[in-house]
């Protein structure tokens, strides 16, 4: 099964870049690599998704080598809105089923 | 709007009592799941369902239940057999289990607390 590794926590400012890195040494080839985000109490919002190379929607941007045994979620120009939990998730098989398996994430907290 | 509604928000149960947490989705997702977050943890599955009256334990499914009955609903009973289950519950649902490039779409959630 593949399993992802991301920080902890990471602490930034308003207006920086924040750069966030997960690995997933096992990924399988036809996994996609999928984040979320999610505010206290509230149910994870999907950001991003990639297969490879680089995506980017209005909100982040997602950058995966060439290897994808890793992959770094790009907020440009945080501001203190958010601050959250971002986690990493590629494919966790389970009798053939695709199951969206989170792990702790990474907490990200952004100071004025 | 289409979306996933969960109810209550918020759910006081005595010990000993079971409970049902409600799930509802207008999305005409196939796929739906429970998943369990402690206090400064990840989420953790309980149970998924791929298609009506069909479902399987997920990783923590002892001392809960669930049924299928209809694609827009998936209830979660927390029963007694729950040892711990003071914990934020969040359901989930997708387009399709097996499909490795599928979103999920999750719930608000329901704080449930063991008074």
């Known amino acids: 099964l593949a399993k992802t590794t991301q920080p902890i926590s990471m602490d930034s400012y308003e207006g920086q870049e924040v750069n966030i890195t997960c690995s997933h040494n096992?990924?399988?080839?036809?996994?996609?690599i999928t984040w979320y985000q999610q505010f206290p109490s509230q149910g994870p919002r999907f950001i991003i998704q990639g297969y490879k190379t680089k995506v980017t929607n209005e909100v982040a941007s997602l950058f995966i080598p060439a290897d994808r045994k890793s992959s770094t979620l790009s907020l440009p120009r945080v501001s203190l809105s958010d601050t959250a939990v971002y986690y990493c998730?590629?494919?966790?098989?389970?009798?053939?089923?695709?199951?969206?398996?989170f792990g702790r994430g990474t907490s990200l907290i952004v100071h004025p | 709007d289409g979306g996933i509604t969960q109810s209550p928000k918020y759910l006081f149960r005595k010990e000993g009592q079971n409970v049902t947490l409600s799930c509802e989705q207008n999305?005409?997702?196939?796929?739906m799941y429970w998943y369990r977050q402690d206090p400064g943890q990840g989420l953790r599955l309980i149970y998924y369902?791929?298609?009506?009256?069909?479902?399987q334990k997920g990783d923590i499914a002892e001392g809960y239940s669930v049924s299928r009955e209809k694609k827009e609903s998936f209830p979660l009973t927390v029963t007694s057999a729950q040892k711990n289950p003071t914990a934020f519950y969040l359901c989930a649902s997708s387009t399709g289990i097996n499909m490795r490039n599928t979103e999920a779409f999750f719930g608000q959630g329901t704080r449930l607390t063991v008074v």
């Open positions: 999305l005409n997702h196939d796929a």
């Open positions: 369902s791929q298609i009506v009256n069909d479902f």
């Open positions: 096992n990924i399988a080839t036809n996994d996609y």
């Open positions: 998730l590629v494919g966790q098989s389970s009798g053939g089923s695709y199951i969206p398996t």
